[in-house]
């Protein structure tokens, strides 16, 4: 029996007065998840518990069977994993992303003494900043603010890690994400040593503002990535793997490190496919030709789509619309078309949170999920509704791969 997930990030959302009232979901065209919930079996799921942050790395724990009551423990320490950053077990790993802030008077942002008044979230991304351009500048902020146990290690786009050797415990941040066009003064880390990610902020400011690659993106017309941003801060989880709690192997395939990061905990193999960018314009043929590669040997295969999360965080209804249309057509159409090379598969279709574009930020929402084959609970379309309107309701994110493999886990 061959295994399938395929996890279109933030696709859920709202009512839209624009569309009719219709969710995006709703609203776009898509005829293989429509099939799915027509011949198999819809419900919505809750992978985000009350009490924790409504992110990837809380859901995607949840999608992929492990509790998060048990396992979270932050999301820097899964992305370190991904980036190959062994952490020892007083790390402290922390997010760092590369920001574009303004002013209010409609400047780029410089550095001021007054770090935070009257400066707000302009572009949580630095305007997406390429992975190339990003290596550059955490590089020089490696060399010139690494020290006293802090190292900053390069990531994906504007996705980096700092690790803090014996970091302290009950500091709070907040994601840059959940802030845009905010002023930011109101969401500076807080608590027992707030004051030095704070510090490290600011200093990285100092040294962005005159950087080559900024100057080179702003020739462009592009954003600079001019700060730092530190959040998610977390310790190394110990979890068991999947082949422990099921008896399964398999890959994960994504772009983005958390994923790549909560795959390699769960003793998945890590595909990396070229020209898979984690927005709009990824290699989505390509994660599904990969997909169905790694399935003529392995059990199990999870491919995660960074792109209708990332238009849910700029609040673009059109490209939103247009992410959740190239999903379906594009990775579960495709994964669809291939599996008749196997006798016998399970599919599952969900996406880990919504990300509404009213909100611009993630909400702890139960979100839609169709299973085929599958007997009971049939809609006529993958959207909120018809998931709700069927009764079928997973209060515990992590049962429903059970449900998918048709099997308890092994007690861990």
């Known amino acids: ?83 190959g950053v062994s952490l020892a077990l007083d790390d402290l790993a922390v997010r760092c992303n590369l920001v574009t802030l303004g002013q209010n008077d409609g400047g780029v942002y410089p550095h001021t003494k007054n770090f935070g008044g009257g400066v707000y979230m302009d572009d949580f991304s630095a305007d997406h900043i390429t992975t190339e351009e990003a290596r550059k500048i955490i590089k020089d902020i490696d060399r010139e603010l690494g020290r006293e146990g802090i190292r900053f290690y390069p990531g994906v786009s504007y996705r980096h890690l700092m690790v803090w050797n014996s970091g302290p415990d009950g500091l709070e941040t907040t994601p840059p994400h959940d802030i845009s066009g905010k002023e930011i003064k109101g969401y500076l880390p807080k608590g027992k040593g707030a004051q030095k990610l704070i510090e490290l902020m600011n200093s990285s400011q100092m040294l962005l503002k005159e950087h080559p690659v900024n100057a080179g993106r702003k020739e462009k017309g592009h954003k600079p990535a001019n700060s730092i941003w530190l959040w998610g801060q977390g310790r190394r989880p110990k979890m068991p793997t999947l082949k422990e709690k099921f008896g399964i192997e398999g890959s994960v395939i994504s772009a983005v490190d958390l994923v790549k990061g909560v795959g390699i905990y769960a003793g998945l193999k890590v595909v990396n496919v070229p020209g898979a960018t984690g927005y709009i314009d990824t290699n989505y043929k390509g994660k599904a030709e990969y997909a169905l590669r790694e399935l003529e040997e392995k059990d199990f295969v999870c491919v995660h789509v960074e792109a209708p999360d990332e238009a849910g965080h700029n609040g673009d209804l059109k490209n939103k619309i247009k992410a959740i249309e190239d999903f379906d057509r594009e990775i579960v159409g495709r994964v669809l078309g291939g599996l008749s090379q196997f006798k016998n598969y399970r599919i599952l279709v969900l996406p880990d949170h919504p990300t509404p574009v009213a909100k611009k930020t993630h909400t702890r929402d139960p979100v839609p999920f169709a299973i085929y084959p599958a007997e009971a609970s049939r809609g006529k379309a993958f959207a909120e509704a018809d998931a709700k309107n069927s009764g079928l309701f997973i209060e515990q994110g992590h049962k429903l791969i059970e449900m998918l493999l048709n099997r308890t886990g092994r007690g861990q």
């Open 1 to 83: 029996m061959k295994y399938i997930i395929l996890i279109g990030d933030g696709m859920s959302d709202y009512p839209v007065e624009e569309l009719g009232n219709k969710t995006p979901l709703q609203a776009a065209k898509t005829p293989n998840m429509d099939m799915l919930a027509q011949k198999g079996s819809i419900g919505l799921v809750r992978n985000v518990p009350d009490g924790y942050p409504p992110g990837s790395d809380v859901a995607i724990l949840s999608v992929l069977g492990y509790d998060p009551a048990k396992y979270y423990t932050g999301r820097s320490p899964l992305e370190a994993a991904s980036i």
